[in-house]
């Protein structure tokens, strides 16, 4: 079995993010060799469509379980539909959440996380938005 674990970096010992869309890495472990690969989030700093490119840029790893804290309905939808289990139940760092899973601790994910804009970033950072410059 494959668990990919949403995370800031492409280790074992990175920490994990929370965020499905726009996570830095999606660390894919084997469950019983603990081998792993990781792959940086192509949709990281896209501006529309985030949790759709992420999903669809981890469909052909033969992934299994996803692990990760908040995912959108678009993201869901397309992650649930290829088979793939959601969990959020993620600990500090990658190591740590593979290890409660392996305990079977963690709790399966039935519906979206989020609503599909909550996960924008950069909107209200002095950017100008909404107002009349």
């Known amino acids: 079995m494959k ?3 949403t995370s ?10 929370r965020g499905f869309g726009r ?14 690969e990781s792959i940086k989030n ?5 501006t529309g469509g985030t949790g759709v490119k992420a999903a669809k840029s981890i469909l052909d790893k033969g992934i299994n379980v996803l692990i ?13 539909g290829a088979g793939i289990e959601v969990f959020s139940d993620i600990d500090d760092t990658v190591l740590e ?6 305990k079977k601790k963690a709790s ?5 996380t989020n609503s599909a804009i909550s996960g924008t970033r950069g909107c209200g950072k002095g950017r100008g938005y909404g107002t009349n410059n």
Request: negative net charge; proline residues 7%.
């Open 3 to 5: 668990i990919c674990v």
């Open 8 to 17: 800031t970096e492409g280790s074992l010992n990175a920490i994990t993010d």
């Open 23 to 36: 996570c830095n890495y999606f660390v894919i472990v084997d469950f019983d060799t603990m081998e792993f």
């Open 42 to 46: 192509p949709a990281v700093s896209t």
């Open 68 to 80: 990760t804290g908040n995912i959108g309905p678009n993201a869901f939808k397309i992650v649930t």
């Open 97 to 102: 959440t593979i290890e409660e899973f392996k």
């Open 108 to 112: 399966p994910v039935t519906s979206p």
